[in-house]
């Protein structure tokens, strides 16, 4: 028996329950207009989405950076109001809304190999999808970070665990659970691109460097197994979402963690730079810094 969801988890979830009734055409509008309320107030994802671009892209104009970060903030507020679609229609309803795959046949092809299978998911596009519709060829394994409220932490896994996806939360239990998963031919599949808070190298992101984590490179060299890289589009007026995915042929899984760091960051820049209005750029992604470096958020 499920527990009771409380505070902010219960207020979300009862919203995301109203926001459910409405078509996927609408949550977008819905996103659309939070976002130019968002940028008329100067709320800080504002700031910190052209932060990131002009770090990213200073070979844009100053008219092309503006242009880009306002994309960026719509479609992470049609990210979020998708949500009440994603967790809240049935799973069969919401893979309904995938219209198209590429690359379906790099993903069979890398299981078959029988080594598990090591998925890098970025943030990028609708990636709450991603995991639905690859939790339905494989028995799917996630690492998470609890979120900062705790209330909010039961909300998260009841969503994103109706694909059939396991969750686990990230310490060293956590860990040992991909490990073992992918001993046993199943896939791990990890959002590598959020500043991790423990153990990471300084390596370049966009050309700027960034705290990358060093724990995807460990799972692929200790186990050897196949990676593959993917991103949910968003489709223009809510038609629906297009899966991209790609065999990964960097050195994500080099021994040296620098080198296997940058070749994870390279791999999620090219996936980027193919619709970059979709990227999470509202994250502060260079927020953590060497001593001495400054914050540029700031």
């Known amino acids: 028996?499920?527990?009771?969801?409380?505070g902010r988890g219960?207020?979300?979830?009862?919203?995301?329950?109203l926001f459910s009734h409405l078509s996927?055409?609408?949550?977008?509008?819905?996103?659309?207009?939070?976002?130019?309320?968002?940028?008329?107030?100067?709320?800080?994802?504002?700031?910190?989405?052209?932060?990131?671009?002009?770090?990213?892209?200073?070979?844009?104009?100053?008219?092309?950076?503006?242009?880009?970060?306002?994309?960026?903030?719509?479609e992470n507020a049609k990210g979020l109001f998708e949500l009440a679609a994603l967790w809240k229609w049935p799973v069969p309803r919401?893979?309904?809304?995938?219209?198209?795959?590429?690359?379906?046949?790099?993903?069979?092809?890398?299981?078959?190999?029988?080594?598990?299978?090591?998925?890098?998911?970025?943030?990028?596009?609708?990636?709450?999808?991603?995991?639905?519709?690859?939790?339905q060829r494989v028995r799917l394994h996630a690492l998470y970070r609890p979120p900062r409220w705790a209330d909010l932490e039961m909300l998260l896994n009841r969503g994103r665990s109706r694909s059939g996806a396991i969750f686990w939360p990230a310490r060293p239990s956590g860990i040992r659970a991909l490990f073992k998963a992918l001993k046993a031919g199943e896939a791990v599949g990890v959002l590598p691109d959020q500043s991790p808070p423990g153990e990471g190298v300084f390596v370049p992101f966009f050309g700027r460097r960034a705290k990358t984590m060093?724990?995807?490179?460990?799972?692929?060299?200790?186990?050897?197994?196949?990676?593959v890289i993917g991103w949910a589009e968003r489709l223009e007026h809510g038609a629906g979402y297009r899966l991209h995915w790609r065999r990964v042929t960097e050195p994500v899984g080099d021994a040296d963690p620098e080198v296997a760091a940058t070749a994870l960051n390279r791999e999620i820049e090219k996936v980027v730079r193919e619709c970059p209005?979709?990227?999470?750029?509202?994250?502060?992604?260079?927020?953590?810094?060497?001593?001495?470096?400054?914050?540029p958020y700031e």
């Open 1 to 6: 028996m499920e527990q009771p969801l409380r």
């Open 10 to 17: 219960r207020a979300i979830d009862c919203l995301l329950g």
């Open 24 to 74: 996927l055409p609408a949550l977008h509008r819905l996103g659309r207009a939070v976002a130019w309320l968002s940028e008329r107030l100067h709320r800080e994802e504002r700031h910190v989405a052209r932060v990131n671009v002009e770090l990213c892209f200073p070979e844009l104009s100053v008219e092309e950076r503006e242009r880009l970060a306002r994309a960026a903030l719509r």
């Open 94 to 135: 919401v893979l309904g809304l995938i219209r198209s795959v590429e690359g379906a046949d790099e993903v069979d092809g890398a299981l078959a190999e029988g080594r598990g299978l090591l998925v890098i998911a970025p943030h990028h596009g609708a990636w709450e999808l991603l995991q639905m519709w690859l939790a």
């Open 214 to 227: 060093t724990l995807f490179g460990k799972l692929a060299a200790r186990t050897d197994a196949p990676v």
């Open 277 to 295: 209005e979709q990227y999470q750029w509202t994250y502060r992604r260079f927020s953590r810094r060497p001593e001495g470096w400054g914050n």
